[in-house]
């Protein structure tokens, strides 16, 4: 069973940056997708970006490209989403997701993902 541990929330002022962390424990596979999600305070909760542990693939969204950098560090079972030039609307609570993959492609999609984190709020205050 694969547990995913998210930190490195909190509150930033406009334009600050932030860098998240999840710590994952109890791979049974070689090798996943794990991705960020967020959702704001009503609204349905988004993709943000995923890696392929396998090989370093990264995707984003449209919007995210270019602010929010997603990289891992194998020697800790450990991804870490980069987020700066931050605005009020990427305030969110922030959720780490995996999922097992032998294909190096990596969607953004609630739906693909079967192991979830408690979340970390991130706050971006005008």
């Known amino acids: 069973q694969v547990q995913l541990v998210e930190s490195g929330g909190g509150s930033v002022q406009a334009g600050g940056s932030l860098r998240l962390s999840c710590a994952a424990s109890?791979?049974?596979?070689?090798?996943?997708?794990m991705a960020w999600f967020r959702q704001a305070p009503g609204k349905e909760r988004e993709g943000v970006a995923a890696?392929?542990?396998?090989?370093?693939?990264?995707y984003y969204i449209d919007s995210m490209k270019g602010r929010f950098t997603i990289s891992q560090d194998n020697a800790k079972n450990t991804v870490y989403l980069q987020m700066n030039s931050l605005k009020p609307e990427d305030t969110a609570m922030y959720y780490c997701?995996?999922?097992?993959?032998?294909?190096?492609?990596?969607?953004?999609?609630?739906?693909?993902?079967?192991?979830w984190g408690q979340g970390t709020q991130v706050t971006v205050s005008s």
């Open positions: 890696i392929y542990t396998g090989g370093g693939s990264t």
């Open positions: 997701a995996a999922t097992s993959s032998s294909d190096s492609w990596c969607y953004l999609l609630m739906m693909e993902y079967n192991y």
């Open positions: 109890g791979y049974t596979y070689s090798t996943y997708c």
